[in-house]
């Protein structure tokens, strides 16, 4: 099989055919879950910390899941109260740096892909703009313009996952992506994880890599 069409949408091009990833976490102190923190649920919170009150009357205060309130957990609520919970991830965003971080693919097809990093083909340049806890994603890697929807967190962590099929020369794969990158800070890793299955025609084994690269605000 042709390697050339494997690699073909691999980057967020992908995200062509991407839907939104997983349902946006709740914001820290936000105890009722209306997508605030207010003045009583930060008291509620110190309450908890100092075990006067039980942690079930702010779950979303616990944040790290051990079952109490931390002083770092007050601090992040507090910041909620103050800023709002959602992180802005609108902007432009140059992808650079990017690597095969891991991966249990053939030589064939990791060369290929090494071949195109080299080549600046995923040196890209991204337009997010958010609207809630969902981004529209407009790329542009070497002249290869794309258009796609993701989904965020209240923290900032932007996801995508799509599933796709491809049939070149009797050789039909199917192709599995899930794509993370924390735009609540710069700079930033961006990772891929691409799960691949061939068909017996195409004289490949089953495999999965992780793609990472750095992300840095522009504007």
Not at 21 to 32: E, H, N, Q, R, Y
């Amino acid at each position: 099989m042709s390697t050339r069409m494997l690699l073909c949408s691999l980057g967020l091009t992908t995200l062509l055919h991407a839907g939104a990833g997983p349902a946006a976490a709740a914001c820290i102190g936000d105890c009722s879950g209306n997508g605030e923190v207010t003045v009583n649920e930060l008291v509620t919170m110190v309450n908890i910390a100092l075990e006067t009150a039980p942690v079930s009357q702010c779950r979303n205060g616990d944040a790290n899941g051990d079952g109490g309130i931390t002083v770092a957990e007050i601090v992040t609520a507090v910041t909620k109260a103050l800023n709002g919970c959602t992180v802005d991830v609108s902007g432009t965003w140059a992808q650079s740096d990017a690597a095969i971080e891991s991966t249990g693919c053939a030589a064939e097809v990791n060369d290929m892909l090494q071949s195109d990093i080299y080549a600046g083909e995923f040196d890209c340049v991204y337009t997010l703009t958010q609207n809630g806890h969902r981004v529209s994603v407009r790329g542009d890697c070497s002249g290869d313009v794309v258009s796609a929807t993701a989904a965020v967190d209240d923290q900032g962590v932007v996801t995508a996952t799509a599933t796709e099929k491809e049939t070149n020369d009797g050789c039909t794969v199917n192709r599995t992506m899930s794509f993370l990158v924390d735009a609540s800070v710069s700079p930033t890793t961006m990772r891929e994880t691409y799960d691949f299955r061939f068909s017996s025609n195409c004289g490949l084994d089953n495999c999965g890599l992780v793609l990472r690269a750095t992300w840095t605000r522009t504007n």
